[in-house]
């Protein structure tokens, strides 16, 4: 059984708290860490791919579009800037190639996506013909009809209305607007390519034509961030009453621009408001969203109407639904395995060409290894039920992280009270600093890249 050996683990301490922000990632997005996903694995993700297809597992569509206006200065991911439209039409012809070669495969044959999700990049930066195009062939490989949501990530610059009259009809149900801050000055510092002026008429235009769902981003400790306009933000965020907002707190990872100057001028704290700070930030914009009727959803988000805002996308990965990764870069998990496209474009679209799937590297959950992922991302949300994890994996968390779950107690951050264990509001605000003593002792202290 899984547990013994969860048990065996020795009592792992906390990492101590660094308040200062340095460079690294400090989100955890998946388990185990992506340092530890190989090219050799990529075998088993290949093997998955020729068994028939399961019977009732949720399946997701991700999509990654790869090119920006312009590189944020906070931005970790590999984007494109300096793409033509003949480059961006090729890359979207490999995607679609890439598409019909996995819609071939046993395992994904005949099946119907229950979300699917635009991603970047900036998926915004695509034109009205160049969407519509897409979209089309991709509906004829995967039919959307009994998706339950189309999630589109979108920078407001790129935002016409003409642009989001399509995005309704081509069937996006919520959009996900990167706003990060409300002061063009700080955008402009920070590299952000969009200003305050196209937030307002994007979103404005947005509401008007019914989406079922606009979720606003904002960062929390953007360089040159300040007291007052942080408070601003959190005003003019309300005041555009989106039914979901997410907070992220300000990470500055190794392959960022604001890393790169740091490096250069010798600076091993990044320019941005330390971590103690960014928290309270969150906290404090949390509070007022509550004051104003909204519910705390999980480590990052307030929704308007919990009962009725969900985010599937979200929550089905976090459980182990299937997520077919299309595109350059793009992550996904099939079958207990977890996989990553060549996160290039040019080998990217050279394997497409040869007629192979762009896999790049993968790696093979074990049973155990599948329930920390979903208990330590689940937790994000606040709470768990115990009885959930007995009944999907025969492991009861409250005796398998009894130390992990102890210390959370005694730092004051959460408790365990029947079968509901919880954090409260200062546990949530620096949950991924504690998921780590949740992991297996072998992916302790590796870099989330
Ligand atoms: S818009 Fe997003 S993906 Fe593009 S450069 Fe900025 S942070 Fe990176």
């Not at 059984?1 to 340095?22: G, N, W």
């Not at 579009?65 to 494109?80: D, E, M, Q, S």
């Not at 606040?382 to 999907?392: C, E, L, N």
Request: with cysteine; net charge negative.
């Amino acid at each position: 059984m899984a547990t013994d050996s969860l048990l065996q683990q020795p009592p792992a301490p906390l990492p101590p708290k660094k308040e200062e922000t340095e460079a690294g990632n400090y989100f955890v997005a998946n388990y185990p860490p992506f340092s530890f996903w190989t090219k050799e694995a990529v075998a088993k993700a290949l093997e998955v791919l020729e068994k028939p297809a399961p019977i009732d597992h949720p399946m997701g569509l991700y999509f990654h579009i790869p090119f920006c206006r312009k590189r944020c200065h906070f931005c970790y991911f590999r984007v494109y800037t300096d793409k033509n439209a003949n480059e961006i039409k090729s890359y979207l012809d490999s995607a679609v190639t890439e598409m019909q070669m996995m819609a071939a495969k046993p395992y994904v044959h005949g099946r119907k996506p229950l979300f699917v999700y635009f991603g970047g990049g900036t998926p915004s930066y695509l034109s009205v013909p160049q969407l519509t195009d897409l979209t089309n062939r991709m509906k004829d490989l995967f039919p959307w009809d009994d998706a339950v949501e189309v999630a589109f990530e979108a920078e407001p610059g790129t935002l016409t209305e003409k642009k989001l009259d399509a995005l309704r009809s081509l069937g996006v149900t919520r959009l996900s607007l990167g706003v990060e801050n409300f002061d063009d000055h700080i955008l402009e510092i920070n590299g952000r390519a969009h200003r305050s002026g196209e937030i307002h008429r994007a979103y404005q235009h947005a509401r008007n034509i019914g989406f079922p769902q606009i979720n606003i981003d904002l960062i929390a400790g953007m360089v040159e961030e300040t007291e007052e306009n942080w408070q601003q933000c959190i005003e003019q965020a309300l005041e555009l009453a989106p039914d979901c907002l997410t907070i992220y707190q300000m990470e500055v990872p190794y392959n960022t621009g604001i890393y790169q100057k740091m490096k250069a001028e010798g600076q091993l704290v990044a320019p941005v408001a330390d971590w103690q700070t960014k928290r309270r930030w969150v906290k404090e914009a949390f509070a007022r969203f509550e004051a104003a009727g909204y519910g705390v959803s999980s480590a990052t988000t307030v929704v308007k109407n919990p009962a009725t805002t969900k985010f599937i996308y979200r929550d089905a990965l976090w459980s182990g639904a299937d997520l077919l990764p299309l595109g350059v870069a793009s992550f996904g998990h099939l079958g207990g395995v977890h996989l990553q496209n060549h996160a290039d474009i040019g080998p990217y679209q050279l394997l497409v060409k040869n007629g192979q799937l762009p896999i790049f590297r993968a790696y093979e959950t074990t049973h155990e290894e599948r329930f920390i992922r979903e208990f330590i991302l689940t937790l994000k949300l606040g709470h768990v039920q115990a009885s959930y994890y007995i009944q999907k994996y025969g492991i009861d968390p409250r005796v398998a992280f009894a130390a992990q779950l102890a210390h959370i107690h005694a730092e004051g951050f959460g408790e365990v009270s029947g079968d509901t264990i919880s954090l409260n509001r200062d546990g949530l605000m620096q949950v991924d600093r504690l998921l780590e003593d949740f992991f297996l002792p072998q992916h302790r202290h590796a870099r989330y890249t």
